[in-house]
Each structure stands twice: as structure tokens, then as C-alpha cells.
């Protein structure tokens, strides 16, 4: 019940200020403690999450149309509040299985007081570093995460959504994940970064 009434008081703000430049998710009053970075971030070590839906198919590590894309804790540093991940990924120049070992530290973004935010170190060859902002994360079920720079955007501000759904929701979206995402990236362009061919071609590396 918390959650649908967070989703629609957050479907309500973007359908006022749709076109409004600061994004509405954007309030730590309203929607901070569905944003806590830590939190989010600590499920991977319990639960693999995969990335089901992007608005974007092209990464700086993951590679161009990115595809099969989910990640796993491996360690975690509670004084940092951070975690080691794996995040295994298919891109069209290779067409198999790759893995990216990141660090993932909660931090904060947009004047928030609570971290609300992950950055991202990514570990060898690329040494890439990004940050991005926890929109909404329902406990068990799903993150959806705001990418402010994506490959492509020519600095223009336009950003990307990613949904991350646990491996028990993979085939099945819950409600309140799939409500929230569809608001919040109506009108962007939209791809499907998990299917089940995914499944058929085993979750392996080589």
C-alpha cells in the first residue's frame, strides 16, 4: 500500500510539470526514503538483478546494443557503504557473455542529505566512472535508476532510465516497478535489455 501511494503521488507530479526542467522525482521530502542508495545497492549481495528495460542500448563498458545485462554482490565494505560487483553483459561486437568488476559506493546527489545516488568504478581495462541517481527502489523487487549521461546526449542533458528487477521478477515486472518506469520515460525511446533468449543462452561467462 506505501508503495502505491508513492506511485501515484510521483505519477501526479510528472503528469503536472511533465515538461519541467528539474525532474520531479527530484525531492527528498516526498520521495527520499524510497531512494536510499545504500539499501538498494546492499540487495545485490543477497539477490542477482537484472536489467530488463533501458531507455538507452549503448555504454561506455557494457559496449553498442547492449543486451543480458545483470549483476551480483560480491563484497561489502559497510564503513564506505560500498560493495564489489560483477555486472555481466553481451554487446554486438562480441555477442557472448563479458564480465565488469565494479566498486559501487552510495553517495549523494542533487543537494540530498541521504545518499541517494551509487557511483560506479569500473575496474581494469576501462577505468570508467560514472554516477548515477536511485529514482525509486521497492524492497526484494526492483530499482529504477536515472543515468544523467549516456552515450550520445551531446551534453544536452538528456539522460536515461534503467528498471532492475531481481531474478524472481525477471520474466514477471511487479505492478508498482512497472507503473513507475512507464511513467517516468514516457515518450523516450525504449529497449529490452533481458528476454528470454537471454535465459537460452545460459547466464555463464566464457
Known amino acids: 500500500m506505501k508503495n502505491l501511494v508513492l506511485i501515484l503521488v510521483l505519477g501526479v507530479a510528472l503528469c503536472e510539470k511533465k515538461g519541467s ?7 527528498e521530502k516526498k520521495f527520499g526514503r524510497s531512494q536510499d542508495a545504500w539499501q538498494g545497492i546492499k540487495r545485490y549481495l543477497n539477490s542477482t538483478y537484472y536489467l530488463v528495460n533501458a531507455t538507452y542500448n ?14 551480483k554482490g560480491t563484497n561489502v565494505s559497510k564503513d564506505n557503504e560500498s560493495i564489489q560487483a ?12 563479458e564480465n565488469s568488476s565494479e566498486t559501487l559506493t552510495a553517495v549523494t546527489m542533487y543537494s ?16 570508467q566512472t560514472f554516477e548515477d541517481a536511485l529514482v525509486f527502489s521497492a524492497e526484494n523487487a526492483c530499482n529504477i535508476f536515472y543515468v ?13 532510465y534503467e528498471l532492475w528487477v531481481t531474478e524472481e521478477h525477471v520474466n514477471y515486472v511487479p505492478a508498482c516497478c512497472y507503473f513507475s518506469f512507464k511513467y517516468l520515460t514516457m515518450g523516450m525511446p525504449m529497449y529490452a ?14
Open 112 to 127: 540530498y542529505k541521504k545518499k541517494n545516488a551509487v557511483k560506479y568504478e569500473a575496474l581494469g581495462k576501462t577505468n
Open 148 to 160: 544523467p549521461k549516456i552515450v550520445g546526449s551531446s551534453g544536452n542533458g538528456v539522460g536515461g
Open 86 to 97: 560483477t555486472i555481466t553483459h553481451k554487446n554486438a561486437s562480441s555477442g557472448r557473455l
Open 193 to 206: 535489455i533481458w528476454d528470454r533468449s537471454c535465459d537460452r543462452g545460459g547466464r555463464s561467462t566464457v
Open 58 to 71: 549503448t555504454d561506455l563498458v557494457w559496449g553498442q546494443n547492449f543486451s543480458c545485462v545483470f549483476i
Open 21 to 27: 526542467e528539474k525532474k520531479e522525482w527530484i525531492d
